[in-house]
């Protein structure tokens, strides 16, 4: 990714195309017919209202059955108007000032995003005009159901994609009613780190490039993969382009397009190794603000295959055997490292990080040890590596930054399905606020072959 690249261009849509949002985020020749060119007006059919619409042109209905009880009209160029698509792209801007918030939380597993719909009397610009909200944690496994109240503390706004208009979507975290963070609350740490007077004169940077992987509804099997059995080997498929061998491209658009008009800072995306496997990137960004836009990325990406009738998978190794599993690689930086001399700075941001290798591990992600086997990019679980322009490493430096003497490093441990709240708090900690003693530092660094 374009880790230096200090900002990302966003997509300017106009309001026409923001009554339109909902049809370019609907899946397209993938999962369903496609409507002809020369009906502008008309609207995705999904699978269901084809099954509908073939159900009620082979039933014989009386004709006093009158045209309220339809769903479907049929025009004479056998184009369909969808009139609940009418409802959802309506634009209610000209005739109340009311907008729809969707709040957004982590669930009890550390990884499931929950939300739910509110009506807010006027636009808002930023969190502390929204109310706090609450949610019943029983049913999240985030509460026991005798005290089941759990309170949302309103975090980051983002344009909603999906409504348009100025409804918008809000990152929230966890609260019990006593204002004391819950256990999966994992943002009320991380805003503590970011807080600190050393981390903010700093700047940290992050570059998150978040992989993932895309499954077939009914068996839960890759996208574009036989049912039952195996695609030829990896090779064809990263960053390819082919109805044999790119399967969920429409997904990747769509989410790539609803990210920037959300106002996420996403900066690319790209097919990956494994057959019916991406990968985004989002970044950079600055502290707090990393984890905030990849929760909200990560929903938008929920949202579009729901649409899509596909499943999301954020397994760090969903197909088991010779294939790439799926990480979430963390480019890092701090203005000391950005500037001359850096190098050195990194090199000292390395051994830290081998000292507290255990630590970091135990916090990059559920599964990650099936991941992690030393095979398909990855180094090994157990052992702590670093390496100019290696992938089998722990930590990569780019040849730019070792030709520069200054930049990033990328941390290649984090899977695919870890808490960015948790990977860039931790990463910024053990580089700024974490001081090993004089000993442990000249051993690591003996080990390492590093001279600091």
């Not at 759990?150 to 006593?178: E, H, M, W």
């Not at 993932?212 to 990896?234: A, D, F, I, R």
């Not at 099936?370 to 702590?384: P, V």
Request: with cysteine; hydrophobic share 35%; proline share 6%.
């Amino acid at each position: 990714m374009c880790y230096q690249d200090k900002s990302v261009a966003v997509t300017q849509i106009g309001m026409s195309e923001q009554q339109n949002m909902a049809q370019i985020l609907a899946p397209t020749t993938q999962w369903q017919m496609r409507i002809t060119k020369s009906s502008p007006n008309a609207s995705p059919i999904t699978s269901n209202m084809w099954s509908s619409l073939l159900m009620k042109q082979k039933k014989k209905v009386a004709p006093t059955s009158s045209a309220k009880f339809r769903v479907l009209a049929v025009k004479s160029d056998n184009s369909t108007i969808n009139r609940l698509e009418g409802l959802l792209n309506l634009d209610i801007t000209p005739f109340t000032d009311k907008i729809i918030a969707e709040y957004i939380w982590i669930g009890g597993t550390g990884i499931d995003v929950r939300s739910k719909s509110r009506t807010i009397s006027k636009p808002v610009e930023h969190p502390s005009e929204l109310p706090k909200w609450n949610y019943d944690g029983s049913s999240t496994g985030q509460a026991p159901g005798e005290d089941s109240e759990v309170i949302l503390y309103p975090q980051a706004i983002f344009k909603d994609p999906f409504r348009g208009g100025n409804n918008i979507l809000v990152i929230c975290d966890s609260y019990t009613p006593a204002g004391e963070p819950i256990p999966t609350n994992k943002r009320h740490r991380a805003a503590e780190v970011f807080s600190n007077p050393k981390v903010i004169a700093e700047v940290p940077w992050y570059g998150i490039e978040q992989e993932y992987t895309l499954l077939q509804t009914n068996v839960k099997w890759p996208l574009g993969w036989p049912v039952g059995g195996y695609p030829g080997p990896q090779g064809p498929y990263y960053c390819s382009a082919g109805a044999d061998k790119s399967f969920g491209r429409d997904i990747s658009d769509a989410h790539y397009k609803a990210c920037l008009y959300a106002g996420i800072n996403i900066s690319g995306t790209n097919g990956e190794v494994m057959p019916g496997q991406w990968e985004y990137q989002v970044g950079p960004s600055v502290g707090i603000e990393a984890g905030d836009h990849i929760w909200a990325s990560r929903y938008i990406l929920e949202r579009i295959t729901e649409q899509a009738g596909v499943v999301l998978s954020l397994d760090p190794k969903p197909i088991e055997g010779d294939w790439n599993g799926a990480g979430c690689h963390t480019n890092y930086s701090t203005k000391s490292m950005r500037e001359d001399g850096g190098f050195e700075v990194i090199k000292k941001a390395i051994l830290n990080l081998s000292l507290r290798h255990k630590d970091h591990i135990s916090a990059y992600g559920e599964g990650n040890e099936r991941r992690l086997t030393g095979k398909h990019e990855t180094a090994s679980i157990n052992t702590f590596s670093w390496g100019v322009a290696n992938r089998g490493c722990s930590i990569r430096v780019g040849r730019d930054t070792e030709k520069n003497g200054k930049g990033y490093l990328e941390d290649r441990r984090p899977a695919s399905n870890m808490d960015p709240y948790v990977v860039t708090s931790l990463l910024a900690e053990t580089t700024l606020l974490w001081e090993p003693t004089l000993e442990a530092e000249a051993l690591a660094a003996q080990k390492l072959a590093l001279k600091v």
